[in-house]
């Protein structure tokens, strides 16, 4: 496992643990780009809930895939084709997960967001549609 990998796991696991048990309490709020994902796992049935990084387009959002594809959230909304995200205080039905290329994605984001996204490497983006 390269170096950069192996340091990327040890951060997604400290966040998954700590950062964000902190961060579900600020994310959805009415300020900032962290939203709150929620989820049904596709083998356990149980509902879960994640702080992410995302930005509305008109008919849907951009998320960032900090730690990459093969994630566990993405895996349950591709297995079954919908989430619910919480945004600035309201609640939006989303569908059609389909993967971006990184300028795509990154192009939704402000300027700021967009260099610290870049810095920081991420190279995925799911983009979902709001259910009408």
């Excluded at 290329?101 to 995925?124: C, H, N, V, W």
């Amino acid at each position: 496992m390269p170096m950069k990998q192996a340091l990327l796991d040890r951060i997604r696991v400290i966040n998954k643990y700590v950062t964000n048990k902190l961060l579900i309490h600020v994310a959805g709020k009415r300020f900032g780009h962290f939203a709150i994902l929620s989820h049904v796992g596709r083998k356990s049935g149980k509902l879960y809930r994640i702080p992410i990084i995302a930005e509305p387009l008109q008919d849907g959002f951009v998320i960032a895939l900090t730690y990459g594809k093969e994630v566990d959230w993405y895996k349950n909304i591709a297995a079954k084709g919908s989430c619910s995200l919480r945004w600035k205080n309201r609640d939006y039905l989303l569908v059609h997960p389909e993967f971006i290329d990184q300028e795509s994605g990154l192009t939704a984001f402000p300027a700021m967001l967009r260099a610290i996204l870049r810095k920081m490497g991420i190279q995925y983006y799911l983009r979902l549609e709001i259910q009408p």
